[in-house]
């Protein structure tokens, strides 16, 4: 009998979710939402502090509303996202949804869009549902970039081809 060893690397830590809404209450209510589920949450109340937030930290998921008070609206922080960490999940969060919003905000890279009222279970729903399309994406993308292999003795199982070979 033979053993195939697969080193497996894998990063336990929180999802680090951020949360951009300029009403206090809808912060507070995505926070707790989001922490009883394991994130570790970052909120901010307009634009302009959601850019000086993601200048420097990555996040894995953002809830973001797309009318916020201040000179930065949630498209430009959409922007911003998807150029310095185009990975994140975003989730959009508004109460003044149109056809146009919703097309911007897709050809922007969004990955869920929600509208006011929401509840948790809704909230939960899209959250899950977008990191697991791009878990599901990113692992996609690793299995065309590189083959995933086990060798052992004489034999090679390459897993992306699903081929087995013996000694060559």
Known sequence: FWTL???LVTVNHPTRSMVVDDE???RFFLEETLRREGHQVTSVASGEEALEQLRETPFDLVMLDLKLGGRTDGLRVLEAIRWRWPEAVVIILTAHGSLDSALTAIREG???Y???PV???EVRHAVNEAMERRRLLARSHQSQETHETLEAGPFRIDLAKHVITLDG
Do not use: S, T
Request: charged residues 40%; hydrophobic residues 35%; aromatic residues 0%.
């Open 5 to 7: 060893q697969r080193e």
């Open 119 to 121: 509840d948790p279970a």
């Open 114 to 116: 929600l509208l006011k």
């Open 110 to 112: 969004v990955d869920g």
């Open 24 to 26: 206090r209450g809808v």
